[in-house]
């Protein structure tokens, strides 16, 4: 019954917040007792609300209460003491199931507070106090660990203080003079100083990495904004020039309307003031006519003769002989000049629009790492691409057919009209379509020497000289296809080519990479020759038919 009333006097005395006797107690309006400390940290907590409550009941204080300390409970707290009562611990102060427990206490077991190392116990911070002694000051405390029993060798049950760097493990003495014996054998804490040490520079190693990253990502921050405002600052200066275009567009349309207004209002008007000279024509032959017609009616002979010479004169017709000579043809010829214009901004687009694609891809900030080239033909098919022949650039030898998709060399020239993209010295013909990244297309190849090749816009289109033959200059690259194999050319320079001979020619292209690969098709792909450079320009499909009845054939692959 003693211990019984102990712990209702300790419950009695003790703060409801910290679950410890009351220090400084002080009693609230509510009648309910805490130490100074707990309550004001309590109403610190609640001072942006400006109410203040009880932990217990919850009542509510505007404003703050002024706390002062009971001294008749400071006064009784103190005798408890000296009779020996002390506040239980707090439940927050017992070991639960994720904690490490004291290895001394008894019964309900107290979290622990150190482990010591040399006598392999884990203590709390009631039962560590001898450790605080002169006796116990060189054992090594260290933070709680479960993990002590693992620093006792499982076979000779003793600490182990050794490590065994042959077999890179703890052991104790024991072991370094039985199965160890002859090993490279130091102390636990030498190799712990040696291994600290191999830590340091590991660590020293990471943060230099840590901070050469960190100025990595603050440099791609830096990049991702330059992008964001060059990107921004082009799309402005984009939508600026393209409502250029379109005002510039506008204007001459709005002239071209004006002077069809202009020109019609000046010949609908001449035409009226004829067609009007025209209808009073008619009115007066009309009256003259009428006038004939009562003479002729008169049947007095002399009065006849006497009126006729006044009435039969006739005035003169209008002149108008250029209504039966000009055609009738009017503004048609605008309508074909405004077409033709259309049709060469089209061209323009198309071929200018290539560069701009171009320019836009090529913004690459973090270079990728090289796609695998294809290797089977079902793998280049993934990346075949519809090409046509320009017959604007096509010698007058030469012949398209099947929608621009093959060429014939004639012996008579066709009858194409001037351009200045025509080849006029070799039989050659580029293609409408410009390549970029990755391309693959097929070529069915007769006669005695076809030229497969790609070549950039701007090479020579004039005369027989080797800066406009593909594969003769630094412009374009080409494969000779004839009757006993092939050769490769490029800038003039001839490379032997070997390969199983074939009337179907592969082309894969990889702009980007500066990938350009030719292959002999048949059952299966031979690669003939492969180049590795860099593009510098949009790209286009070549033919070069070098005898008369050769024939070329760019083939549908989807």
């Known amino acids: 019954m003693a211990q019984k009333g102990d712990q209702l006097d300790r419950e009695s005395f003790s703060c409801s917040i910290c679950l410890d006797l009351l220090k400084d107690p002080v009693t609230i309006p509510c009648g309910h007792s805490y130490c100074m400390s707990c309550i004001k940290g309590f109403w610190d907590g609640e001072d942006q609300r400006k109410i203040y409550s009880c932990p217990q009941c919850r009542q509510t204080f505007t404003p703050r209460p002024v706390l002062v300390k009971s001294t008749m409970l400071a006064a009784l707290v103190e005798q408890l003491k000296k009779t020996g009562l002390q506040a239980t611990p707090a439940d927050h102060c017992y070991a639960g199931p994720e904690d490490v427990a004291c290895d001394v206490c008894t019964g309900r077991k107290m979290k622990a507070f ?8 884990t203590y709390c911070e009631k039962h560590l106090q001898l450790h605080y002694e002169s006796a116990f000051k060189k054992h090594k405390l260290v933070e709680p660990s479960k993990k002590l029993q693992e ?3 499982s076979r000779h049950d003793e600490v182990m203080k050794m490590f065994c760097r042959t077999d890179q493990q703890s052991i104790c003495y024991l072991c370094s003079v039985d199965e160890h014996k002859g090993h490279d054998t130091v102390s636990a804490a030498a190799e712990r100083t ?13 943060q230099q990495r840590i901070q050469d ?19 921004d600052k082009a799309v402005e200066n984009s939508e600026k ?11 001459r349309s709005s002239d071209v309307k004006q002077q069809i207004r202009s020109q019609q209002e000046t010949e609908v008007s001449g035409v009226k003031e004829l067609q009007e000279k025209m209808q009073q024509e008619i009115t007066e032959l009309k009256r003259k006519d009428a006038e004939l017609k009562q003479l002729s009616h008169t049947e007095d002979h002399n009065q006849f003769l006497h009126n006729y010479p006044s009435v039969s004169q006739l005035s003169e017709p209008t002149d108008s002989p250029s209504i039966n000579i000009r055609p009738l043809r009017y503004f048609e010829d605008v309508t074909a000049a405004v077409s033709e214009l259309r049709d060469k901004l089209q061209d323009i687009l198309r071929d200018k629009w290539t560069n701009i694609s171009q320019a836009v891809t090529e913004v690459d900030v973090l270079l990728s790492e090289p796609e695998t080239e294809p290797k089977t033909r079902a793998e280049f098919l993934k990346y075949s691409c519809e090409i046509t022949l320009d017959p604007n650039t096509a010698h007058t030898l030469l012949l398209l057919s099947e929608g621009n998709r093959k060429v014939e060399r004639m012996s008579q020239p066709q009858s194409y009209s001037s351009h200045p993209d025509r080849f006029t010295g070799w039989a050659q013909v580029l293609s409408r379509e410009s390549l970029t990244g990755r ?6 190849w007769r006669g005695k020497g076809v030229r497969v090749a790609v070549a950039y816009k701007n090479i020579s289109r004039a005369g027989q000289s080797i800066e406009s033959l593909f594969g003769s200059n630094d412009k374009s690259w080409a494969l000779y296809c004839y009757t006993n194999g092939y050769n490769f050319w490029f800038n003039n320079i001839k490379t032997l080519v070997s390969g199983p001979l074939s009337s179907r020619v592969g082309v894969y292209l990889d702009h980007r990479a500066g990938i350009l690969s030719f292959y002999s098709v048949s059952e299966t792909m031979t690669l003939l020759h492969r ?4 593009f510098t320009q949009p790209l286009y499909a070549g033919l070069c038919l070098h005898n008369v009845g050769a024939t070329a054939e760019l083939c549908k692959l989807k």
């Open 114 to 121: 150190k482990s010591c190392l040399v006598c392999l116990i």
């Open 151 to 153: 620093n006792i060798c």
């Open 194 to 206: 040696e291994r600290q040490r191999e830590l340091e520079v590991s660590r020293l190693n990471i």
């Open 213 to 231: 990253r960190e100025k990595d990502v603050k440099l791609l921050q830096q990049e991702v904004e330059a992008v964001s405002r060059s990107a």
């Open 241 to 251: 020039i393209f409502t250029q275009l379109i005002c510039l567009l506008q204007e």
């Open 439 to 444: 391309c693959y297309w097929e070529v069915v």
């Open 531 to 534: 180049v590795q450079t860099t």
